[in-house]
């Protein structure tokens, strides 16, 4: 039963890895979700093997040293982080425990090798086996702090970013570490840890394939959370010296009463911030008339680029207004207007027959996990506790 579980996670494993190996040109990414799969699938495949042709101890152990690396530099690029050649340093290990087999191969055979091993005579061979499933648990934790991170970047530019949160690949980090942490009782007792670290892998690969594969991230481009401004600011006047460019068509009286702080301003551009009190004010004051009047926020993918484009400023000035001014997010701040949007239609006794989830989407919200969780933020209450204690309704609130 065992080596049939084993047989067939190296084969759903080869089914899975040789394909994204091969998407490498045109996405470079899920090489190392190739190679991570890759190396799950050899790792089943060794025990099977030795048990029945311990010549070839060694051949399938590399991935123990670089597995870890692989996954990690998996997250790296589909988090906007890249691999450049100084991520090269993550694969020295594998580097050293290729050159550990090839010597032990050259000193002695695969069978004595294996014996030494199991007889525990070579209490380093242990060690380093120890070592390297420690190293690639510390790789998987390194992983779900750079997942942190980027959930946290996305924040600050994104207004809707549940198709962008990579969920799934924490799920894959949490389901790595189990398995590294069944290796131990499974190599020190056997039989029914055995079995379920087989079933583990087995599951994590079909997890992978049914469910990993489907996500947009596998098969498109990264998501880009560091893209640039749209607004090109040095070409905003003649002479390049506008800090602030025209907003939207209908300036409000503020804005033209400000046109003399706008060209106080201009000193400041090439500042390391560039925020000064009178550009604080300005944006403030175009936000405001954005919010109140274009009502932008009802679009479900409105972007911090999009909206600092709109007011005519860069997303790094927009980013800083709302963080000093509000001390919200690009996403806190967004998603606040729209549950003050929901709040407004609850009211209207027009809307008394439709459901929450219509007016959240009304509102521009994309989930409903992201609009209670929004509402209970800013209001203290559910959705529907807020409309039945504000709004007095017998319609529905599902």
């Given amino acids: 039963m065992l080596v049939g579980i084993e047989f067939s996670t190296v084969l759903l494993g080869l089914f899975l890895a040789f394909p994204l190996i091969a998407m490498t040109r045109s996405r470079p990414a899920n090489l190392w979700l190739g190679l991570f799969i890759l190396s799950l699938s050899l790792l089943s495949l060794a025990f099977p093997v030795y048990a029945r042709l311990p010549q070839l101890f060694g051949l399938f152990d590399w991935p123990l040293a670089s597995i870890g690396a692989f996954f990690y530099c998996y997250v790296r690029s589909l988090t906007g982080l890249g691999n450049s050649r100084r991520q090269l340093c993550h694969f020295l290990p594998l580097g050293l425990l290729v050159c550990a087999l090839v010597y032990g191969r050259s000193q002695l ?28 648990a510390c790789y998987a934790l390194a992983a779900l702090y ?32 189990a398995l590294l942490i069944l290796w131990f009782p499974s190599n020190l007792l056997g039989g029914f840890w055995s079995i379920l670290l087989v079933l583990g892998r087995l599951l994590t690969l079909y997890f992978v394939g049914w469910y990993g594969l489907r996500q947009t991230a596998v098969l498109m481009p990264p998501i880009g959370v560091d893209e640039p401004d749209k607004v090109n ?36 551009k090439y500042a390391r911030s560039g925020m000064t009190e009178a550009v604080s004010r300005l944006i403030g004051q175009r936000l405001e008339g954005w919010a109140a009047h274009e009502r932008g926020y009802l679009d479900p993918d409105i972007r911090l680029v999009g909206l600092a484009e709109r007011i005519g400023t860069s997303s790094q000035l927009l980013s800083q207004y709302l963080n000093d001014v509000f001390g919200l997010s690009f996403f806190d701040y967004i998603n606040g207007l729209r549950v003050a949007e929901v709040k407004k239609m609850m009211r209207d006794r027009s809307n008394d027959t439709r459901t929450l989830l219509d007016l959240a989407f009304a509102a521009g919200f994309t989930s409903k996990s992201t609009f209670n969780t929004s509402f209970k933020k800013i209001s203290g209450l559910t959705p529907s506790s807020w409309r039945n204690q504000h709004v007095n309704t017998s319609g529905p609130i599902g």
């Fill in 109 to 136: 055979s695969g069978i004595a090798m294996l014996r030494l091993l199991l007889g525990g005579s070579q209490p380093l061979l242990s060690m380093m086996l120890l070592g390297f499933q420690i190293l690639a």
């Fill in 146 to 177: 750079r997942l942190s991170q980027y959930r946290q970047r996305l924040r600050e530019r994104y207004s809707s970013i549940e198709s962008r949160k990579l969920a799934w690949l924490s799920w894959l980090s949490v389901s790595f570490i």
């Fill in 233 to 268: 600011l040095a070409a905003a006047t003649e002479d390049g010296n506008a800090f602030i460019t025209p907003p939207f068509e209908q300036a409000s009286p503020a804005d033209k009463s400000s046109s003399r702080d706008t060209d106080s301003l201009a000193a400041d």
